[in-house]
């Protein structure tokens, strides 16, 4: 079926170059007998807003302190902008970080926050203050140069770490779980503001997260981490759809894994024999070892569709609902396909009534081929 | 009947009001603190007033005149033995808070961010001088500083001096030393406190934001940590303007205090008011310059903004 609606592939945003900002090189951090980095090695482009994510412990955070020069590699080199980090101490990085608890100084007013690290450079003429006014300015915080550091919100004492970092003009600014102390709706926010003003300064971000969704919403791309190794960097569409092995798929969000035998393998495909989904072919995916004949099939919960009536797919399978979860626009519908050991999610949207399917009902589910992932077991 | 009738509510009230006056929370308060609180009015309190009456009475020989004068406080505040005694015991007590705070400051701070996981062990040597005697802690410092002690028989040892230097005992710099080693526990503690409170992440701040380790020290550690130093001098300083022991044994002709003073008129010169005038008039001085100390201190930390 040709596109009859010719869809932008591309995230929007402002046009990126090519070069590199973040050159990491084979970096390695032990403690002791435990790698909190073990070898990793990563590129992150200029202006570009880039995403480490991963659970908690699996060294990105320590990756970010490393480039900021908070810590140093065990082994293995970093070189920011080109010009390589050793032996540079984190006061003359041209990196500046906003911090979890973001640091906001309690004995200084915003203002003063703000103009911190400018007050050393001995600016002339007013520019000190002009340039703490336009800082304010980009994260809406004009007014409230006077106020107090422990008399602001969470939201603004965020605003105020950020201008604080900003008014730097650094290569790269650094964000460390930037937005997990604000509340769901003022993170959702956030992450929109962010987004747009890293568009609008053009400064190459690099934050840390330990959620997909964050990630997925404001990163050009994303390097998912696990124990200290980059599991897969890509663009968030990617990551997400065409994850590299079954920990990035469970990560990011919910997939149904289907047992598959490989029928066949070549360069770029692959066919997998499978008990509910048939025989499928495949895109290879890069990072591929195919380990004694086996794989695993994945497919997200959205990409299975409920077929209403007599409707008819060309690819569909069939089965029987035994639990069903309302969550408001959308139903999350648990249904059994005979010969798979598990059953299969299946995340379908409201308007059509999904919510009042019975359990119990026979139903028919249709997918897309291009859905299915194949992963390393 | 009307009595009887118009009597028993309010009755009820008051028992109300009575148990309600026992669960409330001042009353608790007042009831768990007035052991203490006897024992302060008793011991403290009642003494000092008795000191500022005799202080407006005058000493005939073994008797005293009860008549009020101000005769007392004439010779304490205009006597040149007198002032001269207080002001040596204000810039001794002064100097001895100010080297105090800042010795104890760099202690305070290596425990608190290299101590690691020693602090407890480090806070628990520097309690171990306190296990001895303060009266000991004052003779062993005349035994480093006196005329065949440890520190003239070093310098001749080195060569630095052909014979022993009297300069180092009995005078008002001995004062200080000992006074300066006998308090330091006493500075480094609230130093110590104040700088655990020091968010860490907010030197990392200055750090990102430019600043080397000495700039991140002056513009972030040391102002909040202030209020250890606030709390700190006056510490020091408000007990050392009334030591007598120190200047006693370390102090010999030139180390004299007006603490030294007041015990003599209490004692073998036999003038209680006069002693009682001297102490009142000490009394006063030292809370006018705790509060200065602590005001000047709160400004510099506004400056250094």
């Given at each position: 079926m040709p596109d009859q609606l010719q869809i932008e592939r591309s995230q929007p945003g402002r046009p990126q170059s090519d070069r590199p900002m973040i050159e990491i090189r084979n970096v390695i951090r032990s403690y002791g007998a435990f790698k909190a980095l073990d070898d990793a090695s990563l590129t992150i482009r200029e202006g570009e807003f880039f995403s480490l994510l991963g659970p908690s412990g699996c060294g990105k955070t320590t990756l970010l302190r490393m480039i900021a020069g908070f810590d140093n590699p065990t082994s293995g080199s970093i070189a920011v902008g080109g010009q390589p980090m050793e032996g540079i101490p984190a006061n003359r990085r041209p990196t500046n970080m906003v911090f979890q608890s973001y640091?906001?100084?309690?004995?200084?007013?915003v203002e003063q926050n703000v103009a911190y690290g400018l007050k050393r450079l001995k600016l002339q003429g007013g520019e000190e203050k002009r340039r703490v006014e336009e800082a304010l300015t980009q994260v809406s915080?004009?007014?409230?140069?006077?106020?107090?550091?422990?008399?602001?919100s969470g939201g603004q004492r965020q605003r105020v770490a950020l201008a604080r970092a900003l008014v730097m003009r650094p290569k790269v600014l650094l964000l460390d779980e930037p937005l997990s102390a604000l509340d769901k709706k003022l993170r959702e926010q956030m992450q929109i503001e962010l987004r747009r003003l890293q568009q609008a300064v053009g400064i190459t971000f690099v934050l840390v997260t330990h959620d997909q969704y964050e990630a997925l919403a404001m990163s050009d791309r994303i390097a998912v981490m696990f124990g200290g190794r980059i599991a897969q960097v890509a663009s968030p569409k990617e990551i997400y759809?065409?994850?590299?092995n079954r920990q990035v798929a469970d990560f990011l969000g919910g997939m149904n894994f289907v047992k598959a035998e490989i029928v066949e393998e070549n360069g770029a495909s692959l066919v997998v024999d499978t008990l509910g989904f048939g025989r499928v072919k495949t895109d290879k995916p890069k990072a591929f070892v195919g380990t004694g004949g086996g794989a695993t099939l994945g497919i997200r919960p959205e990409r299975l569709r409920v077929l209403w009536d007599n409707a008819t797919a060309k690819f569909e399978v069939a089965g029987k609902v035994v639990e069903r979860h309302y969550f408001g626009e959308i139903t999350h519908l648990i249904v059994e396909i005979p010969g798979l050991e598990k059953p299969l999610s299946v995340t379908e949207t409201n308007d059509f009534g999904a919510d009042d399917i019975p359990v119990g009902t026979s139903i028919r589910l249709a997918y897309d081929p291009e859905a299915l992932v194949a992963m390393a077991d | 009947m009307t009595v009887a009738a118009e009597g028993s509510p309010p009755l009820r009230m008051t028992r109300a009001r009575r148990n309600a006056l026992l669960q409330s929370e001042p009353v608790q308060g007042f009831a768990l603190i007035s052991p203490t609180f006897l024992y302060a009015l008793v011991l403290l309190v009642l003494p000092i007033l008795v000191v500022i009456a005799h202080s407006f009475w005058t000493q005939h020989y073994l008797t005293i005149d009860g008549t009020f004068t101000l005769e007392n406080y004439r010779v304490a505040l205009t006597e040149p033995i007198y002032r001269d005694l207080l002001w040596r015991s204000l810039y001794i007590s002064l100097t001895v808070s100010f080297f105090t705070v800042v010795l104890a400051y760099p202690i305070a701070y290596f425990i608190s961010f290299?101590?690691?996981?020693h602090k407890s062990l480090w806070l628990f040597l520097i309690t171990i001088p306190f296990w001895t005697s303060y009266l000991l802690r004052v003779m062993s410092w005349k035994v480093i500083?006196?005329?065949?002690?440890v520190l003239n028989s070093g310098l001749m040892g080195l060569g630095v001096i052909d014979e022993p230097s009297t300069?180092?005992?009995?005078?008002s710099s001995a004062v200080i030393i000992t006074l300066t080693h006998a308090w330091a526990a006493f500075a480094i503690l609230p130093i110590f406190i104040s700088l655990e409170k020091v968010d860490r992440t907010l030197v990392e701040a200055a750090t990102d934001l430019g600043d080397g380790p000495l700039r991140s020290f002056l513009r972030v550690t040391l102002p909040l940590s202030a209020p250890g130093v606030i709390s700190a001098a006056p510490i020091v300083m408000i007990p050392t303007v009334g030591d007598y022991v120190t200047p006693k044994l370390v102090g010999g002709k030139d180390g004299v205090m007006i603490a030294n003073a007041i015990q003599a008129q209490f004692g073998k010169a036999a003038n209680w008011p006069l002693g009682a005038a001297l102490s009142v008039t000490t009394m006063v001085i030292v809370t006018l310059m705790a509060g200065a100390t602590v005001l000047i201190i709160r400004a510099l930390q506004r400056l250094a903004r």
């Open positions: 640091a906001i100084f309690p004995h200084l007013d915080l004009t007014g409230l140069g006077k106020r107090r550091a422990t008399e602001l759809q065409r994850p590299v | 290299h101590g690691g996981r500083l006196g005329y065949n002690g300069a180092l005992l009995y005078n």
